[in-house]
């Protein structure tokens, strides 16, 4: 293991500056793969959602790290952060305006006295949130990142969030109980400098019930067309780094003033305690915010009725999409009675609703067909206007089994999405309404294929 970091940049009197040039960038980023994990420890795969962004350019001076281990065989060690939760009042500092609907739970972010290790695609921080921020979707996300070429290509940033540090024997991880593992496809040409980025999370539906957690901050390039991304491509090695929040301790919950370094001799995306570092003179702190819908929280709605809608039934009930893998699925064929150029097939689920106002709507599960080449929807009803709402839609699908995990993103008013039905055993209940739709695109086949739902589940984000 090694003892000292190769010297990166001389400490003189003028240190050197980054900056970027131009006004502030907005758009959005695709989600490339991961997942975030519910609270009952089932992963959800969150690839595919589109979250906006906005990019500020900042002046940002070059650091030099020191590996913790030395400078405790031979030095006097910088005070640490008390590491304990401080309940610190929300305060709004840095470039990012903060929304009205939102809460800051966590921010490393001065606005000013920015730094960055050059080599660093990877590394992690520890991250002490306020307890408010406990068990409540986070919002938006800022961090910040130095772009070090003149020329521009795409890359991935990767977050993979841990709640434990343990010693395990090298070259093992250190950390444990990863509750989240998602990358985003960065497109938006960027001038050589240091950025600060906020990112809308929301739809990821990010959430933690411990406040003490660990977050890895990864540069990646992207894996080359016709390979799926997984977020283990070659790391951006010299090309981005993360940037510090070098002047101030945080100013909303804490951190201890050390970060992990993944350098030992090169980036592997394992985070060991004997590469945690220290800066001379400056705070080892990522640039961080992290913020959540102001007593917001994700509810995991009830099922309660489970029906054909188009299609002939063949076999299931209510008790077959409430598990996956369990062997009892809902199973449909083709309906005689529509052209097989519009969708042959659906099975719609209700999902018991009673919070009186939602911020966000999600229906994830596993699907199926026994032919391949068939299209599918996944859809939500509006009771206001009478008509289905297109989530998402999966052309070409496999024969077997697939999985979907899409959340409402467009215009409709939330409120549309939940309605009163006549349920045959509770009466009168409020509702939200998801299906699943199948197209048979290959007309070659007879109608006795047959299409399957496994598992159907919906959450809400309440405020």
């Not at 000292?4 to 793969?33: D, H, K, M, N, R």
């Not at 650091?63 to 305060?91: C, F, H, I, Y």
């Not at 299209?375 to 052309?395: C, H, N, R």
Request: aromatic residues 10%; contains cysteine; negative net charge.
């Amino acid at each position: 293991m090694r003892k000292f970091l190769p010297l990166l940049a001389a400490l003189i009197a003028l240190p050197s500056f980054a900056a970027a040039q131009g006004a502030p960038i907005s758009g959005e980023v695709t989600v490339a793969f991961g997942w975030v994990k519910k609270a009952d420890g089932t992963k959800v795969n969150i690839a595919g959602k589109k979250l906006p962004f906005r990019a500020t350019p900042i002046r940002t001076k070059n650091l030099t790290a020191t590996n913790r281990e030395l400078v405790q065989n031979g030095r006097e060690l910088p005070a640490l952060e008390n590491p304990l939760k401080k309940l610190l009042s929300n305060v709004n500092t840095g470039s990012n305006p903060k929304e009205a609907a939102d809460l800051i739970v966590y921010q490393a972010d001065a606005g000013s006295n920015y730094g960055y290790v050059e080599f660093n695609p990877s590394s992690l921080d520890d991250i002490n949130m306020i307890s408010s921020g406990l068990n409540k979707p986070w919002s938006t996300m800022s961090f910040g990142m130095n772009y070090g070429s003149s020329s521009f290509s795409s890359f991935i940033i990767r977050w993979r969030c841990f709640k434990t540090n343990i010693d395990n024997p090298a070259p093992a991880n250190d950390f444990s109980g990863e509750f989240a593992d998602f990358g985003v496809k960065w497109t938006s040409a960027l001038a050589q400098g240091s950025y600060v980025v906020e990112i809308n999370v929301a739809q990821a539906s990010v959430s933690t019930d411990d406040s003490s957690i660990y977050v890895a901050q990864q540069f990646r390039e992207p894996r080359p067309n016709g390979q799926a991304e997984d977020g283990e491509g070659p790391f951006e090695y010299g090309v981005i780094d993360t940037v510090f929040n070098a002047g101030f301790p945080p100013t909303t919950g804490s951190s201890l003033d050390q970060f992990w370094y993944d350098w030992d001799p090169a980036p592997d995306g394992k985070y060991e305690n004997t590469e945690i570092d220290v800066f001379d003179g400056n705070v080892a702190n990522h640039v961080l915010t992290i913020k959540v819908a102001s007593s917001g929280s994700v509810v995991s709605l009830t099922a309660a009725d489970a029906r054909k809608g188009i299609g002939r039934f063949v076999s299931g009930s209510l008790l077959s999409v409430l598990t996956a893998g369990d062997n009892n699925e809902f199973k449909i064929n083709e309906d005689y009675f529509v052209a097989r150029t519009s969708p042959v097939g659906s099975i719609e689920v209700d999902f018991i609703q009673t919070a009186q106002t939602i911020t966000g709507i999600r229906v994830n599960g596993t699907a199926g067909v026994t032919i391949s080449g068939c299209d599918q929807w996944v859809d939500i009803y509006d009771f206001t206007e009478s008509k289905w709402v297109q989530l998402a839609s999966q052309p070409n699908i496999p024969n077997g089994s697939n999985t979907f995990n899409e959340s409402y993103g467009g215009t409709v008013p939330l409120s549309h999405f939940t309605g009163v039905v006549n349920h045959p055993f509770f009466g009168p209940i409020p509702v939200i309404r998801a299906r699943v739709r199948f197209k048979n695109t290959n007309f070659n086949v007879a109608r006795n294929w047959q299409m399957k739902l496994d598992q159907l589940q919906c959450t809400v984000n309440t405020p």
